[in-house]
């Protein structure tokens, strides 16, 4: 079926249980909380105050920095506190929290932006405070600085959704097909050197396929690619040489082989910022997992309270023993469903006890599967033994030497693992610990 060997077989169930069903607008939170940290690059900076009156689409924090990205009202209401926010990861950042008042006003100062150029346009979707909405959340007008050198001829549009459970991009395709098709034509127009838009989506999701085709069946520079339902599809290096067979080298960026990769739900939200001048504002959710009472695809104000969206959606049956933000293979554990959504949210994952039980892990059998099961054919168990070594030195070498900054933390060394044994988080660790030595090497030849 596939004309070329692709990269990604690990199976995994796909659970896509909300697929079929359109996303509800949930009614406005009682209060929104806004990280100024929801993207790639360097926080914003709050330009609000204690007390303000803020209407929805209203710039609250501006970016700083080349690689950020704006922040805006998601609601109406009063601006109540700037605080101090934890991440997931730990780090902390500056939160505006706003109080509703129910009404959901626009700001009167939107406009649709004027898009005469590609400068308009990537200014456009900077003004947007657009970042990839797949989870990555690199700005995602920075991405498209790339198509000014002439050099990027194609365009990857990501609507693989490879992690079990989401359908967010899903319901994208079925129910915004206009807004991607619209999103297309801007790059047509005022991006001449793209000549192939390749959609990758995976086989699992035949309708949103369907609609693709449908779509673009006149158009002969749209390509609609079935990918194989395996995880990780949706990975960048993975969907790159899938669609097209590039390869993308260590360290370089698919625009170094001419092409870009935008999120199918991103392209979609470009477009509605042309058309509408509203930036980005609210995110669909898919509300999910064992707990749920009655998964449901929401659309919820960027900054509403996990739970506040879960209850929406008809809140949990049985007592939660794991909540995540992002899919099971991915996403990260939430702390408290007190956490917001952010603009990279796009599922709430709750769990039963059961369902949440850590795995007893046992000891390597040299079984090689981790290895076998690793798209980019890296070697997981040389990561932990270099964990083991008590000499930085020798942990350094093993890592460097095993390429350990390219592994992407997919999960699937440790999904295969028969002895359960914790790879990806070994993974993380080891990367923080080489992310720290090149940091330390950098600060040393600049002195
Ligand atoms: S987590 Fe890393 S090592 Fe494991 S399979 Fe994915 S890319 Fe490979
Ligand atoms: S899959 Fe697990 S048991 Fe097999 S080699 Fe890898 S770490 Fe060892």
Known sequence: MFSFKFLGKTHIPHHKNTADMPAVRMPSPKEVLLPMAQHIGAPATPIVKIGDEVKLGQRI????????????????????????????????????????????????????????????????????????????????????????????????????????????????????????????????????????????????????????????????????????????????????????????????????????VINVTTLAVLASYVKTGMPLVERTVTVDGSAVKSPKNVIAPIGTSLAEIVEFAGGYVEPIGKALVGGPMMGKCAASLDEPITKTTGSILLFNVKDSEEKQSSNCIHCGRCVTSCPLALNPVEYSRALDYDSREERIAILKREKIMLCMECGCCSYVCPAKRPLVQNNVLAKAQYRAYLAEQKAKEQK
């Open 61 to 260: 924090a501006d970016p700083t920095g080349f690689v950020s990205s704006p922040i805006y009202a998601s609601v109406s209401g009063k601006v109540s506190k700037i605080e101090e926010y934890l991440r997931p990861d730990g780090s902390k950042v500056q939160a505006v929290r706003i109080v509703s008042d129910g009404q959901m006003q626009a700001f009167e100062g939107l406009t649709p932006p004027t898009v005469d150029s590609l400068d308009a346009l990537i200014e456009a979707v900077k003004e947007s405070g657009l970042v990839g909405l797949g989870g990555a959340g690199f700005p995602t007008a920075v991405k498209l600085g790339a198509l000014k050198g002439g050099k990027v001829d194609k365009i990857v549009v990501n609507g693989a959704e490879c992690e079990p459970f989401i359908t967010s991009d899903t319901r994208t395709m079925l129910d915004n097909i206009d807004l991607i098709r619209e999103a297309v034509a801007l790059f047509e127009r005022f991006a001449p050197s793209v000549k192939q838009f390749i959609f990758g989506v995976e086989a699992n999701k035949p309708s949103a396929i369907a609609k693709l085709k449908e779509a673009f069946a006149q158009n002969d520079k749209v390509v609609v690619k079935k990918l194989p339902a395996r995880y990780p599809q949706g990975a960048e290096k993975v969907l790159v040489y899938n669609t097209t067979g590039l390869v993308i080298p260590e360290g370089k960026l698919p625009a170094d082989v001419g092409a870009i």
